[in-house]
Nanobody
């Protein structure tokens, strides 16, 4: 079992930036995908960005050009740099690590962007 712990959420004004971090309790295996998801109240959890262990990235259209996902495999860390944040209802951002054999979720960190 791998525990994921997110940090870095908070309240920021529109146009500002936040950097989320995801710390894994240990290395899982060498082939997996790390993703960041978000969920606002009353909505389904949606993928924001994902990055394979090989470095391939995928972004939701709504965040392309503003968010950057990265990972440091040796430190069991993942990050989501969020720039030019837009006003929105508060959402919880979740870190996810998955492979063909497992899926792990963190407990989430809330992000609120005020106008």
């Amino acid at each position: 079992q791998v525990q994921l712990v997110e940090s870095g959420g908070g309240l920021v004004q529109a146009g500002g930036s936040l950097r989320l971090a995801c710390a894994a309790s240990r290395s899982s295996d060498s082939s997996n995908v790390m993703g960041w998801y978000r969920q606002a109240p009353g909505t389904e959890r949606e993928l924001v960005a994902a990055m394979s262990s090989g470095g391939t990235t995928n972004y939701a259209d709504s965040v392309k050009g503003r968010f950057t996902i990265s990972r440091r495999n040796a430190q069991n860390m993942g990050y989501l740099q969020m720039d030019s944040l837009q006003p929105a209802v508060p959402a919880v951002y979740y870190c996810n690590v998955r492979s063909l054999r497992y899926t792990y979720w963190g407990q989430g960190t809330q992000v609120t962007v005020s106008s």
